[in-house]
């Protein structure tokens, strides 16, 4: 089964890129994958067509957190998951308040993230 939902995946090391992208698309979801969060702001289409976005936190050049604040300009923002590799009591907090659907830490619990995932992308499910 090919869900409609595109997952964009934006993530600057390409292991964890490639490994989340394989996963998802396994559980039946298309993806988008990105090495920067400016690659992701420049792709219209991409961006257009995101129905949810996974980010690190830390990326090269600009952050997973301002790319968050770019996409909440926009009228209908996507939802976001957070995920960082780095032992940071701030970001969870900063990810709760902003909006975020989920912070997660790295190595990610695959079956927390397909839960959000679910969560957030069927339809008739209690968003966030």
């Not at 964890?16 to 394989?22: A, E, K, T």
């Not at 952050?63 to 969870?92: C, N, R, Y």
């Not at 902003?98 to 839960?115: C, Q, S, T, W």
Request: glycine share 6%.
């Amino acid at each position: 089964m090919t869900l409609t939902q595109r997952v964009a995946i934006v993530d600057d090391e390409p292991s964890v890129r490639s490994g989340l992208s394989n996963l998802l698309q396994s559980d039946g979801y298309a993806t988008l994958t990105f090495a920067s969060a400016e690659a992701f702001l420049n792709d219209i289409p991409a961006r257009n067509d995101t129905a949810l976005v996974i980010v690190d936190i830390k990326l090269k050049g600009m952050s997973g957190a301002a790319l968050f604040e770019a996409l909440q300009q926009s009228p209908t923002p996507p939802p976001v998951i957070f995920i960082s590799g780095h032992d940071d009591e701030t970001w969870p907090r900063y990810a709760g308040r902003a909006g975020a659907v989920a912070f997660l830490r790295k190595p990610i619990d695959i079956d927390i993230l397909l839960e959000h995932i679910q969560r957030v992308l069927t339809p008739g499910e209690d968003k966030p």
